[in-house]
């Protein structure tokens, strides 16, 4: 299917939906009249073999407690395998009902209060939360950036390790907000250090399928033929992939088994591991059955980011579009336009937007905003246009 026909087919009008960014303007930006480019899910219905799996389930009636099949196990190893060439085991495989309740679980199973967790910065906003709201130390290791790239210090990272007894390394790959997707050489640098230093990491990979660039993903489980498997805790979801947020359903991945029985053990202590079954029946539908619809999508992102890319340079030369490899979340360098700063006022009372600000991933990004791509190509275009007319005349 083009571009142009798997936006017609699967746009779809969200307000009046109870959806966040639509119908949460006015408490998340304090107006409604703005064009929504924030949070981190799409304008586009599911495919329809999702639909369909809900819909039988729906039709059938029963919502009562359940288990999950074999077949579910055999989709999942299916999909990673063929899709970033790394097997997954049945007994790897545990479940949260997010990738944030992943980290906060793991927090929780392989840390004490206090104990230091490392995140590099700038990075997707709970990840700082969940860290402190967990009373546990946040250690911020800034990325570096340079012209519209962000990449690791590993110097700096290794530092912040061992002068904070660090024991636990948060990571996000494909990168949200930077847009990486770190090369095995990269990954098997970070990861390298946190196996000299003891240090456990959990790799968010929940953009994984979302690859927009040259760079194939790279699962940690696979760099250096599974070198690292025993310091992993990973976690991944159809959810970001296939639009299914709040159908609360993801995966945390232990390839290491006595890791596997710390998080057991921690986890018999909540009294709750069954799975949502929609979100269960959904997620196996899209393995099973999604790839050429994910397909489809993955072109319409790169597309929608050609078209910025293109407009911006023509018409706002000194904006720095960063390099969007993966995710389809894009970090726009606004900083030329707005060297006194109140960006926020600028993009929301005058541009009309309503995006995420830099400052909120980190520290030293004010003057950035992130865009959401995975949307109706018009509305890229719109915001485009409004931010060309705003800050082409300051
Ligand atoms: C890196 C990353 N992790 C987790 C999430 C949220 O995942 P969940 O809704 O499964 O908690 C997002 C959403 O944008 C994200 O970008």
Same mark, same amino acid.
């Given at each position: 299917?083009?571009?142009?026909?798997?936006?017609?087919?699967?746009?779809?009008?969200?307000?009046?939906?109870?959806?966040?960014?639509?119908?949460?303007?006015?408490?998340?930006f304090?107006?409604?009249?703005?064009?929504?480019?924030?949070?981190?899910?799409?304008?586009?219905?599911?495919?329809d073999?999702?639909?369909?799996?809900l819909?039988?389930?729906?039709?059938?009636?029963?919502?009562?407690?359940?288990?999950?099949?074999?077949?579910y196990y055999?989709?999942?190893?299916?999909?990673?395998?063929?899709?970033h060439?790394?097997?997954? *085991?049945k007994e790897?495989?545990?479940?949260s009902t997010?990738c944030?309740?992943?980290?906060a679980?793991?927090?929780?199973?392989f840390?004490?209060?206090?104990?230091?967790?490392?995140?590099?910065?700038?990075v997707?906003? *709970?990840? +700082?939360?969940?860290?402190?709201?967990?009373?546990?130390?946040?250690?911020?290791?800034p990325?570096?950036?340079?012209?519209?790239?962000?990449?690791?210090?590993?110097?700096?990272?290794?530092?912040?390790i061992?002068?904070?007894?660090?024991?636990?390394?948060?990571?996000?790959?494909?990168q949200?907000?930077?847009g990486?997707v770190?090369?095995?050489?990269?990954?098997?640098?970070?990861?390298?250090?946190?196996?000299?230093?003891?240090?456990l990491?959990?790799?968010?990979?929940?953009?994984?399928?979302?690859?927009i660039?040259k760079?194939?993903?790279?699962?940690?489980?696979?760099?250096?033929?599974g070198?690292?498997?025993?310091?992993?805790?990973?976690?991944?979801?159809?959810?970001?992939?296939f639009?299914?947020?709040?159908?609360?359903h993801? +995966?945390?991945?232990?390839?290491?088994?006595?890791?596997?029985?710390r998080?057991?053990k921690?986890?018999?202590?909540?009294?709750?591991?069954?799975?949502?079954?929609?979100?269960?029946?959904?997620?196996?539908?899209?393995y099973?059955?999604?790839g050429?619809?994910?397909?489809?999508?993955?072109?319409?992102?790169?597309?929608?980011?050609?078209?910025?890319?293109?407009?911006l340079?023509?018409?706002?030369?000194?904006?720095v579009?960063?390099?969007?490899?993966?995710?389809?979340?894009?970090?726009?360098?606004?900083?030329a336009?707005? *060297?006194?700063?109140?960006?926020?006022?600028?993009?929301?009372?005058?541009? +009309?937007?309503?995006?995420?600000?830099?400052?909120?991933f980190?520290?030293?990004?004010?003057?950035?905003?992130r865009?959401?791509?995975?949307?109706?190509?018009?509305?890229i275009?719109?915001?485009?246009?409004?931010?060309?007319?705003?800050?082409g005349?300051?």
């Amino acid at each position: 299917m083009d571009t142009k026909a798997f936006v017609e087919k699967y746009l779809t009008d969200r307000r009046e939906t109870d959806s966040s960014k639509w119908d949460q303007l006015k408490e998340k930006f304090g107006r409604t009249d703005l064009l929504p480019l924030w949070i981190a899910d799409m304008e586009f219905r599911t495919c329809d073999a999702v639909t369909n799996a809900l819909m039988a389930r729906v039709r059938h009636g029963i919502y009562g407690y359940s288990a999950v099949p074999d077949s579910y196990y055999a989709a999942l190893d299916r999909w990673m395998t063929i899709r970033h060439n790394c097997s997954v *085991p049945k007994e790897w495989v545990r479940f949260s009902t997010g990738c944030v309740t992943g980290i906060a679980w793991a927090i929780a199973a392989f840390t004490d209060p206090g104990d230091a967790c490392m995140i590099l910065t700038p990075v997707y906003y *709970p990840f +700082h939360n969940v860290v402190t709201n967990n009373k546990r130390t946040l250690v911020k290791v800034p990325l570096q950036y340079r012209d519209g790239y962000a990449s690791m210090d590993y110097e700096s990272i290794e530092k912040a390790i061992v002068e904070n007894h660090v024991k636990l390394f948060i990571q996000c790959s494909p990168q949200n907000p930077m847009g990486r997707v770190f090369t095995e050489e990269e990954l098997d640098k970070v990861l390298s250090i946190c196996q000299r230093h003891q240090v456990l990491v959990v790799s968010d990979e929940i953009h994984q399928d979302i690859i927009i660039g040259k760079n194939p993903f790279v699962p940690a489980a696979t760099v250096k033929n599974g070198k690292y498997q025993d310091i992993l805790i990973i976690l991944n979801s159809a959810t970001k992939s296939f639009n299914l947020a709040t159908l609360l359903h993801s +995966h945390i991945i232990i390839p290491n088994e006595e890791l596997r029985k710390r998080y057991d053990k921690f986890a018999s202590g909540m009294n709750r591991t069954e799975v949502s079954i929609m979100g269960m029946l959904a997620t196996q539908a899209a393995y099973e059955n999604g790839g050429e619809w994910l397909d489809g999508l993955l072109a319409v992102i790169r597309e929608n980011d050609a078209m910025l890319r293109q407009k911006l340079k023509s018409d706002l030369p000194k904006a720095v579009v960063c390099t969007l490899e993966g995710t389809y979340l894009v970090m726009v360098d606004l900083r030329a336009y707005m *060297p006194s700063g109140g960006a926020q006022s600028i993009i929301q009372d005058q541009c +009309h937007l309503a995006v995420d600000y830099g400052e909120w991933f980190g520290e030293g990004y004010e003057g950035f905003i992130r865009m959401n791509l995975a949307t109706d190509p018009k509305l890229i275009e719109e915001a485009a246009n409004r931010l060309i007319s705003v800050l082409g005349k300051k």
